[in-house]
């Protein structure tokens, strides 16, 4: 059974920065992407960013590019986030998953983290 949990979220001042983690147990594919989503109240649930199995491919939401940087350890089965320069903007609960690809659908997700950013 793929279990999916996500630690590091808070609450932080504007411009300040937090780092997410995602442990995963259970392997439910040979080898898997990973994914952070998000959702804010009112809105629907987006993708902020994704990273292969190897970490060569790595995708962004435009909102979080060059501020947020994802990033994984196979060794450890666990993603990371890495936020700075954080924006009001980005308050909402983030979510990882587990899906075959980058790009393809993710099956397997966490339960969240709150993420809260003051302005």
């Known amino acids: 059974q793929v279990q999916l949990v996500e630690s590091g979220g808070g609450l932080v001042q504007a411009g300040g920065s937090l780092r997410l983690s995602c442990a995963a147990s259970g392997r439910p594919f040979s080898s898997y992407a990973m994914g952070w989503f998000r959702q804010a109240p009112g809105k629907e649930r987006e993708l902020v960013a994704a990273i292969s199995w190897t970490g060569v491919n790595t995708l962004y939401a435009t909102s979080v590019k060059g501020r947020f940087t994802i990033s994984r350890d196979n060794a450890k089965n666990t993603m990371y986030l890495q936020m700075n320069s954080l924006k009001p903007e980005d308050t909402a609960v983030y979510y990882c998953?587990?899906?075959?690809?980058?790009?393809?659908?993710?099956?397997?997700w966490g339960q969240g983290t709150q993420v809260t950013v003051s302005s």
């Open positions: 998953a587990i899906g075959p690809v980058v790009t393809g659908r993710y099956e397997y």
